[in-house]
């Protein structure tokens, strides 16, 4: 299964862009990137999957280096609100028994 | 909108019992995911299930049973509780057929054994 790696924490303050990096080595050529988002007393919640280069949608915008050996969530203008958990994972995204594997996310507070 | 829910937020049992978590998923969802959480260990696969009778053991089954009678209903069971299985548990499940499907999570139960 492949691993992840991402930072324990980060703090960043309001209206920046905020950048989270993952990486995953042994990422396996099916797999796909996915991010969530958790908030305290709550499940997590998707933001956004890749497979290669950039995807972008209403939330944020993902990047996936040639190599995919690493992908870099990014969050245009962050507010107050964008303080929880981000959870990077690897896995097939569907239709398989294969399990999906978490890493231990990354804690990010955004600051007034 | 898919909804998993989860039978009770809180739960509040002692060392020995038998202890049921119970999961409902509204969208006929073929797989369906227990996970536990613990501060600085990030979310944990228990069990999963990617049919109705059918499971999987997941990192950390030991300690840990899991039933599917129906499609819509994943429960894990706790078959004698001990502390160190306080924690947060978090059930989800995802669409077997289509591309791109991520996993829709329940809010918790957060489980404390005396």
């Known amino acids: 299964l492949a691993k992840t790696t991402q930072p324990i924490s980060m703090d960043s303050y309001e209206g920046q862009e905020v950048n989270i990096t993952c990486s995953h080595n042994?990422?396996?050529?099916?797999?796909?990137i996915t991010w969530y988002q958790q908030f305290p007393s709550q499940g997590p919640r998707f933001i956004i999957q890749?497979?290669?280069t950039k995807v972008t949608n209403e939330v944020a915008s993902l990047f996936i280096p040639a190599d995919r050996k690493s992908s870099t969530l990014s969050l245009p203008r962050v507010s107050l609100s964008d303080t929880a958990v981000y959870y990077c994972?690897?896995?097939?995204?569907?239709?398989?028994?294969?399990?999906?594997?978490f890493g231990s996310g990354t804690q990010l507070t955004v600051l007034p | 909108d898919v909804k998993v829910t989860q039978s009770s937020r809180y739960l509040v049992k002692r060392t020995g019992e038998k202890v049921f978590l119970e999961c409902v998923q509204d969208?006929?969802?073929?797989?369906m995911f227990w996970y536990r959480q613990d501060p600085g260990l990030g979310l944990r696969l228990i069990y999963f299930?990617?049919?109705?009778?059918?499971?999987e053991k997941g990192d950390i089954p030991e300690g840990y049973s899991v039933s599917r009678e129906k499609k819509e209903r994943f429960s894990l069971i706790l078959e004698s509780a001990s502390t160190n299985q306080t924690s947060m548990y978090l059930c989800?499940?995802?669409?077997?057929?289509?591309?791109?499907?991520?996993?829709?999570f329940g809010d918790g139960t957060r489980l404390s054994i005396l």
């Open positions: 989800a499940s995802i669409d077997q057929q289509g591309e791109h499907q991520p996993q829709h």
């Open positions: 299930s990617y049919d109705v009778k059918m499971k």
């Open positions: 042994n990422i396996a050529t099916n797999d796909y």
């Open positions: 969208m006929d969802h073929e797989n």
């Open positions: 994972l690897v896995g097939l995204p569907s239709g398989s028994a294969r399990q999906l594997t």
């Open positions: 890749g497979y290669k």
